[in-house]
């Protein structure tokens, strides 16, 4: 017991310590870009910062690249277009420079800032359109600021100053509806001033985001000791258990598909077996897919196991909702009803088919978590391959815990209710019900996942 209780302190110091400033709330998938423009009166100068989270990083390795900076800021030059009164303005690149911040797991990010200018006559009013094209089907932020240095900016639909600190420091709040700025049209005029009502919104944390920070930077310390290894563990399983109880991936419907399918305990846990192989097996395939292609955008193989996800969902659900309708609409057969005891009679015929519990487990853990993967590749670029596969099976594990007990839970629940005389009959059309909602949420699901 004291043992234990060391081991909760010191997670818990893990989680209120500092944690690492450059992860990416957005995804380890990332390309980031944060645009400042400052407006003169014979030219425009734009500083873009690209920001590659450990992701993108690993598989491009431009540590190991000779001549990237330039050779992507050059990229970069091209793909911005900055135009006066609809007229496009030559841009070029003054300067290159490369960082490569540490990130989670022990990997390293990248941060490119690349300087350039437009020569542009603005000694009279104009409008001004800038606009970002590079990555265009990269997932990130995207941010632009303005200011004017001896030109007044009329109402900028931008803010003056960074929500982010230029990509150092993302803004929890804004997660949910995070920047998506590509071109910005300004107005501008001879004078000084900038009129504007927008400001830079301030950040705040979750506790599931420290707890994933804490989680990662324990997976990257150099100094693995047994005590570290352990608490890295417990960490893994309560990140994975926190998973689970969110919405999304077909997870929240397996509880519920269980309760109005009959459904026992050996099934709860056919399905929570299900989701830890599944989950395991799909981080590790994705994990060598990215190691051995630097042309893979992570996020779109991530798109497409959530279609694939909710397309099983919902053909489960479709399955479900036939099968429950052929039986509710039979009659019942003399002596068949509720003579077979308490708790039974009202689904004799609703008993959940393995291949159905099978896809749905498949379903809960079809799409990686991106937090195991980035753990998983922190751990093989460290050497530790085998403690990076450790992890992942124990964040499986996490998820298969809460979705087993929620399922035993509600499966108990469901006899207990049965068995009151006065309840029994209302069960009878508890399989449609649950059946629709797989449905539902499957459709959801694929519809989340080809528009997102």
Not at 67 to 88: I, K, M, P, Q
Request: with cysteine.
């Amino acid at each position: 017991m004291k043992a234990l209780a060391v081991l909760l302190l010191t997670a818990l110091a893990m989680l209120a310590a500092p944690t690492n400033a450059g992860a990416h709330p957005l995804g380890n998938f990332t390309v980031n870009h944060h645009h400042t423009i400052t407006v003169h009166p014979d030219r425009v100068d734009v500083v873009s910062v690209i920001d590659l989270a450990e992701i993108p990083t690993l598989q491009e390795q431009p540590a190991q690249q000779t001549g990237y900076a330039n050779r992507e800021c050059d990229t970069v030059r091209g793909s911005l277009e900055v135009a006066v009164n609809g007229t496009r303005t030559a841009v070029t690149l003054q300067s290159a420079a490369l960082e490569f911040p540490p990130g989670e797991a022990g990997l390293a990010t990248t941060r490119l800032t690349c300087r350039l200018t437009a020569l542009a006559d603005l000694s009279s009013a104009a409008t001004l359109d800038v606009r970002d094209t590079y990555r265009q089907g990269r997932v990130g932020w995207h941010e632009m600021t303005a200011t004017g240095d001896g030109i007044a900016l009329i109402d900028p639909p931008v803010p003056a100053a960074s929500s982010s600190d230029e990509l150092r420091a993302y803004p929890d709040d804004l997660l949910a509806n995070p920047l998506d700025v590509r071109m910005v049209t300004l107005r501008v005029e001879p004078g000084s001033g900038t009129t504007s009502g927008i400001a830079a919104a301030q950040g705040g944390s979750t506790f599931i985001g420290t707890a994933t920070r804490a989680f990662t930077d324990l997976v990257g310390r150099q100094d693995l000791t047994p005590l570290i290894g352990l608490l890295a563990v417990l960490l893994s399983l309560l990140l994975g258990a926190s998973h689970a109880a969110l919405p999304g991936h077909g997870k929240t419907v397996i509880a519920a598909y269980l309760a109005g399918r009959d459904g026992t305990t050996r099934d709860a846990l056919t399905v929570g077996a299900t989701v830890t192989l599944t989950h395991t097996a799909g981080v590790l395939l994705m994990g060598l897919a990215i190691s051995a292609s630097s042309a893979l955008a992570g996020e779109s193989l991530l798109r497409v196991l959530g279609i694939a996800s909710g397309v099983l969902v919902t053909a489960i659900g479709a399955y479900l909702l036939r099968s429950a309708l052929v039986q509710h609409r039979q009659p019942v057969l003399a002596g068949h009803g509720h003579g077979h005891g308490h708790g039974h009679g009202h689904g004799h015929g609703h008993r959940v088919g393995r291949g159905c519990l099978i896809g749905m487990g498949v379903a809960g853990g079809l799409v990686p978590s991106p937090s195991a993967l980035v753990v998983l590749l922190g751990a093989i670029a460290l050497g530790r391959t085998w403690f990076g596969v450790l992890l992942v099976l124990a964040y499986g594990l996490g998820m298969a815990t809460t979705l087993t007990a929620v399922g035993l839970l509600l499966v108990r629940l469901r006899d207990r209710l049965a068995a009151v005389e006065r309840f029994r009959d209302r069960f009878t059309a508890l399989p449609v019900l649950t059946a629709g909602l797989v449905l539902v949420v499957g459709i959801g699901l694929t519809a989340r996942a080809l528009f997102e």
